[in-house]
T-cell receptor, first 118, second 109 residues
Framework: GAVVSQHPSRVICKSGTSVKIECRSLDFQATTMFWYRQFPKQSLMLMATSNEGSKATYEQGVEKDKFLINHASLTLSTLTVTSAHPEDSSFYIC??????????????FGSGTQLSVL | SQQGEEDPQALSIQEGENATMNCSYKTSINNLQWYRQNSGRGLVHLIL?????REKHSGRLRVTLDTSKKSSSLLITASRAADTASYFCATGGNNRLAFGKGNQVVVIP
């Protein structure tokens, strides 16, 4: 089955530093990847849609300069949380849509990254 | 926009019992999907039911879809401790999937 690798799985950083999270599709190409944020016992909140070779599409209320997304290849998207602050502490999850599949077909998810900003 | 919304349930059941959870949505759909999330992990796709289907089975999972009521149910039969997780439904719209609030299921050994 399709595998999405996300790392790091857990990161602790100091306030003001930047953190990069990687999302890789290991055995398939993904023109589109998604980044979510999830608070404890809550649903996934879509932050942005990452498109290979073009700018990401951010959801309303998500700061694009705060959450930088780069999708430079068909198998890798990165999310950089810039100048992280304690309120950015959260669980971040990526998902990938295999190239050629429809927007409402199933997605493959990474295992998530728990970010803690001190 | 479309959005799956589960009844906000936290189920606690004994191993061997069945677990049922529901999901409602607001607009027309092409399909509805269910995902499972173990604590602190990503989501795993369980099953997809298309709008022209009424019921679908996959192992111990049974999903129903009632498009007239804009609702779906997920039944897990003969539950196991390993079924302990959160379960989310998702519907497609606006070029993305929208996830519902999720149901937390705890299966007690």
């Amino acid at each position: 089955g399709a595998v999405v690798s996300q790392h790091p799985s857990r990161v602790i950083c100091k306030s003001g530093t930047s953190v990069k999270i990687e999302c890789r599709s290991l055995d398939f190409q993904a023109t589109t990847m998604f980044w979510y944020r999830q608070f404890p016992k809550q649903s996934l909140m879509l932050m942005a849609t990452s498109n290979e070779g073009s700018k990401a599409t951010y959801e309303q209320g998500v700061e694009k300069d705060k959450f930088l997304i780069n999708h430079a290849s068909l198998t890798l998207s990165t999310l950089t949380v810039t100048s992280a602050h304690p309120e950015d502490s959260s669980f971040y999850i990526c998902s990938a849509r295999p190239t050629g599949t429809g927007y409402n077909e199933k997605l493959f998810f990474g295992s998530g990254t728990q970010l803690s900003v001190l | 926009s479309q959005q799956g919304e589960e009844d906000p349930q936290a189920l606690s059941i004994q191993e061997g019992e069945n677990a049922t959870m529901n999901c409602s949505y607001k607009t027309s759909i092409n399909n509805l999907q269910w995902y499972r999330q173990n604590s602190g992990r990503g989501l795993v796709h369980l099953i997809l039911i298309r709008s022209n289907e009424r019921e679908k089975h996959s192992g111990r999972l049974r999903v129903t879809l009632d498009t007239s009521k804009k609702s779906s149910s997920l039944l897990i039969t003969a539950s196991r401790a390993a079924d302990t997780a959160s379960y989310f439904c998702a519907t497609g719209g606006n070029n993305r999937l929208a996830f519902g609030k999720g149901n937390q299921v705890v299966v007690i050994p």
